[in-house]
């Protein structure tokens, strides 16, 4: 593993651990070279999955940009980190054992929405802002009225 500090490649392995949701392994590494400590992570990666956008165009799937679009909408929610990263993993588990290598972002985007939608109900609001590429607020408006219950049911109190 190189080190980011120096760009040594000989760097050892100082500590092994599972993550708290066993989905990866932490390794706390030293570079030999200029005496750095930094962590990475270790992923089991079924397959290589290639995300066809909505304009045909081909992309490698990156679970780090999908966990970053999450950590977007989820800011300032009162929802632990733990909870997100499982959120995500699950999302990516059910990609690679899809069978298929190329995925409709469409999909990808439903399947964000739904784990949102039992994390945080905001969050949900937030992503779909995005995704479903609200212009104003009757958009905003109209998708409250598609979800009834209690979101629905609170827009209406402030009324």
Do not use: Q, T, W, Y
């Given at each position: 593993m190189r080190c980011p500090y120096c760009g040594n490649e000989d760097t050892q392995v100082k500590d092994s651990r599972p993550t708290e949701d066993n989905t990866a392994i932490r390794?706390?590494?030293f570079c030999t070279a200029c005496g750095g400590r930094f962590t990475t992570f270790e992923r089991v990666q079924l397959r290589e999955l290639t995300i066809i956008k909505s304009?045909?165009?081909?992309?490698?799937?990156?679970?780090?940009?999908?966990?970053?679009s999450v950590q977007i909408a989820m800011r300032k929610r009162p929802v632990e980190q733990?909870?997100?990263?499982?959120?995500?993993?699950?999302i990516v588990r059910r990609l690679e054992s899809m069978g298929e290598?190329?995925?409709?972002?469409?999909?990808?985007?439903?399947?964000?929405?739904?784990g949102l939608m039992s994390l945080d109900e905001v969050a949900y609001v937030r992503f779909a802002s995005v995704y479903k590429n609200f212009r104003e607020a009757k958009d905003f408006e109209e998708?409250?009225?598609e979800l009834g219950g209690p979101i629905r049911d609170e827009v209406d109190d402030d009324r």
């Open positions: 390794r706390r590494r304009n045909g165009r081909r992309v490698p799937f990156d679970r780090d940009k999908l966990m970053r733990e909870r997100i990263e499982r959120m995500v993993s699950g290598s190329e995925i409709p972002s469409a999909m990808i985007g439903r399947l964000v929405m739904e998708f409250l009225g």
